[in-house]
């Protein structure tokens, strides 16, 4: 079993630009042990690079999200973050995602569907008005979770463009300074609490309201928990949805067979979708770290009480020791279980709903234009936890 302080290697591994798995991820798996990494801020953490060991660290109780807030936590920015339901262990994280999950469910979501159908569809009206080039991002890919999450939440449509600017330097690995940080997290939650006064003397029928039901009648939650929870689901339930459905386009277009039988095999778009989840090293690194409560042993490591361990999951889902040809593209590939909506307590609230939007957003593009293509430059998010295309022009 593997003890002994080694010295930390530099990490994230991955090239911002593009959507490759860095081959240090593939060195690592084969290494004995777990992977010493330092980053640009915080202490030194243990690294799971393996699928087995990855699903233990998100899925055991021995590890703490919550600690993280006693800690210099290991991150790529200054900034750290001060609470949230995301820095929560149970049985706090519980309450307040218990009080969001009802309206997550696969059967709520579906209720959805039709309007997410119409909504690509008349979006692929206007990209084809406007002719190509076009930019797959901007006229695409970030309206629909935008337009979805805003009438989920009750935001204001109009406002994307302010709280677009905050989301970025939210999850920004920038040289933003911790004070920088701050001031933006702190107007994203002026914003978030102007919105919940406004649904405070105007009830709709919306999550926030409910929420701020929850707050006042039943003192469920606290007015900041509050915020901070409509603050998470604004950028949860947009971000990561936006970047995924224009990487998911770029991998298809750079495996044309697997689009053509995509095409050729529509009923495949929902497999599709989990199988690009797998596929696709979404982040730049790896995730938040978790501490260790006690003395666990993890892949032949021992991690002490104290110790954070990172989680590599675009690398876990690439362990061949749990998926045939993990390297390879495979859109009618049987249901894996894939971590790449995580894994334990928190495992991401908004899966049902990202793969609704990934699914209607694909299968009608791909559809709609048999002959897309990329018709200019790739500009490439810098300096950000997610990896995807800020811009992607794309023809048809």
Excluded at 31 to 45: D, F, K, N, S, T
Excluded at 85 to 102: F, N, Q, Y
Excluded at 336 to 348: A, D, E, N, S
Aim: charged content about 25%.
């Amino acid at each position: 079993m593997t003890t002994a302080e080694t010295t930390p290697i530099a990490y994230p591994f991955n090239d911002p630009e593009g959507l490759d798995l860095s081959g240090a991820y593939e060195e690592a798996r084969h290494r004995p042990g777990l992977v010493r990494v330092r980053l640009r801020y915080g202490e030194p953490a243990w690294l799971a690079t393996r699928y087995a060991d990855a699903r233990l660290v998100l899925g055991d109780r021995r590890f703490s999200r919550a600690e993280a807030l006693n800690r210099d936590t290991p991150r790529q920015g200054e900034g750290q973050m001060d609470g949230g339901i995301l820095s929560m262990d149970p049985p706090d994280h519980t309450r307040l995602r218990t009080l969001v999950a009802k309206a997550f469910t696969v059967h709520q979501v579906e209720k959805l569907r039709p309007y997410v159908r119409e909504l690509t569809h008349s979006l692929l009206d206007e990209l084809e008005a406007a002719g190509p080039p076009a930019d797959l991002v901007d006229r695409y890919a970030l309206p629909i979770p935008v337009a979805v999450i805003c009438r989920l939440l009750g935001v204001p449509e109009e406002d994307r463009p302010k709280f677009r600017v905050w989301s970025d330097a939210a999850l920004s690995t920038s040289s933003l300074t911790a004070a920088e940080w701050e001031r933006n997290r702190e107007e994203l939650r002026a914003y978030m609490a102007r919105l919940v006064q406004e649904h405070r003397e105007a009830p709709r029928d919306d999550i926030m309201t409910s929420l701020i039901e929850a707050r006042d009648q039943g003192d469920r939650l606290s007015e900041l928990e509050l915020v901070d929870l409509c603050v998470g689901i604004l950028v949860a339930g947009h971000e990561t949805t936006a970047t995924q459905i224009p990487n998911f386009v770029m991998v298809l277009l750079d495996h044309p067979d697997e689009l053509r039988r995509l095409r050729e095999e529509p009923e495949l778009i929902k497999g599709s979708v989990e199988e690009l989840m797998r596929f696709v090293p979404l982040g730049v690194g790896a995730s938040q770290a978790r501490y260790a409560t006690e003395d666990i042993e993890v892949g032949g490591t021992l991690v002490r009480a104290g110790e954070p361990v990172l989680v590599a999951v675009g690398s876990a889902n690439r362990d061949a020791l749990r998926f045939d040809e993990p390297g390879r593209l495979n859109v009618a590939r049987p249901a894996t279980q894939h971590l790449g909506f995580g894994h334990g307590v928190h495992h991401c609230l908004g899966a049902p709903l990202a793969r609704l939007e990934l699914q209607e957003a694909l299968g009608a593009l791909i559809g709609r234009f048999p002959n897309l293509h990329l018709a200019g430059d790739v500009v490439w998010k810098d300096q950000m936890l997610v990896r995807g295309p800020r811009v992607m022009p794309v023809g048809w």
